[in-house]
């Protein structure tokens, strides 16, 4: 049983997580996908967010106290809630496995917990890398309009760069915050060269990805952006917020990181890639590198080994 807050209207990253392990583990098991767990006699339950699955977390142990749990924790989870929330930190309590989806999450748990934690990198398959247009740089953000993607700092960057010919942005995300949607709205109508596009259908925001120069994420919170691997499994280079979320997917060394807010920073490294094209291919070189580390073999084997081991 795979317990989602997300289905598949919300189009975000917990229902695409939860989507595909379904797929990835329905090879070996009888796998079902709900967003409430009413009762059943599975083997194992996953359960997708600490607080927000927090009711299922619960009721699952207490009629099958000796069958395994296994509790993924999302950005919001290990950034905020489980350092404020009791009914957060119950589930961590009560979970067998605690599965983050970054290189660097299992630091912001607890010592008593560490060793309950697994790392399991998300995956997507792999695309050709589209030719690209020598004559313009086409940027390209992903994410829903919410205070946590930060789609402030790339507003901020396009007004920076605004008199810079060649450059051209565009945004995919629905208005979650109605603010930002206005901001967005506002930010079309003062520079032609940006492209607000609303939500997208998932396949057609992956071709998107394919074809951009660059994909810019300066999320101020991720437990691992699977937009972040699309690019990546597409060969587009990415220039992401410096949070643990996004340097425990690319790597310390990873060239292509900016302080998070900092769209004078963003801005500057846009520029220098735009005018600098050896800087850009040494980027996408770097970004192709990381790719086999996304590939959905490493994410299944990564899986059956944890649902394997508790089952």
């Known amino acids: 049983m795979i317990v989602t807050p997300a289905l598949a209207n919300a189009n975000n990253?917990?229902?695409?997580?939860?989507?595909?392990?379904a797929r990835l583990l329905g090879?070996?098991?009888?796998?079902?996908?709900?967003?409430?767990?009413?009762?059943?006699?599975?083997?194992?339950?996953?359960?997708?967010?600490?607080?927000?699955?927090?009711?299922?977390?619960?009721?699952?142990?207490?009629?099958?106290p000796e069958r395994p749990l296994v509790l993924?924790?999302?950005?919001?989870?290990?950034?905020?809630?489980?350092?404020?929330?009791?009914?957060?930190?119950?589930?961590?309590?009560?979970?067998?496995?605690?599965?983050?989806?970054?290189?660097?999450?299992?630091?912001?748990?607890?010592?008593?917990?560490?060793?309950?934690?697994?790392?399991?990198?998300q995956s997507c398959s792999a695309r050709a890398t589209c030719p690209k247009s020598s004559q313009r740089l086409r940027v390209?953000?992903?994410?829903?309009?919410?205070a946590e993607k930060d789609p402030q700092t790339y507003f901020d960057a396009v007004r920076l760069l605004a008199a810079e010919p060649g450059l051209w942005f565009d945004h995919?995300?629905?208005?979650?915050?109605?603010?930002?949607?206005?901001?967005?709205?506002q930010l079309q109508a003062e520079c032609p060269r940006y492209r607000w596009l609303g939500g997208l259908p998932h396949e057609a925001t992956r071709r998107r990805i394919q074809r951009a120069h660059l994909l810019v994420h300066p999320?101020?919170?991720?437990?691992?952006?699977?937009?972040?691997?699309?690019?990546?499994?597409?060969?587009?280079?990415?220039?992401?917020?410096?949070?643990?979320?996004?340097?425990?997917l690319l790597g310390d060394a990873y060239a292509g990181c900016f302080e998070p807010g900092d769209a004078a920073d963003l801005a500057g490294q846009i520029k220098a890639l735009w005018h600098d094209r050896m800087r850009l291919q040494a980027l996408a070189a770097q970004a192709a590198e990381r790719a086999p580390w996304f590939s959905p073999e490493q994410?299944?084997?990564?899986l059956r080994a944890l649902v394997g081991g508790l089952l």
């Open 27 to 64: 090879a070996a098991y009888r796998v079902r996908l709900c967003a409430q767990w009413a009762g059943g006699d599975e083997a194992l339950m996953v359960a997708l967010h600490a607080r927000r699955c927090a009711a299922a977390v619960v009721d699952w142990k207490t009629r099958h």
């Open 219 to 248: 999320s101020r919170l991720e437990g691992g952006a699977h937009v972040v691997i699309e690019a990546v499994r597409s060969g587009t280079p990415v220039l992401a917020s410096r949070i643990d979320g996004n340097v425990g």
């Open 172 to 185: 995919i995300g629905a208005a979650l915050d109605p603010a930002l949607g206005a901001a967005a709205q």
């Open 140 to 146: 390209l953000m992903v994410g829903h309009l919410r």
């Open 72 to 121: 993924v924790l999302t950005g919001t989870d290990l950034y905020h809630d489980i350092h404020v929330d009791p009914v957060a930190q119950r589930s961590l309590a009560l979970a067998d496995r605690l599965v983050v989806l970054n290189r660097l999450g299992a630091r912001m748990l607890p010592a008593h917990l560490q060793h309950k934690v697994q790392v399991v990198l």
């Open 13 to 21: 990253g917990n229902w695409q997580t939860a989507q595909r392990w």
């Open 299 to 302: 994410e299944a084997a990564s």
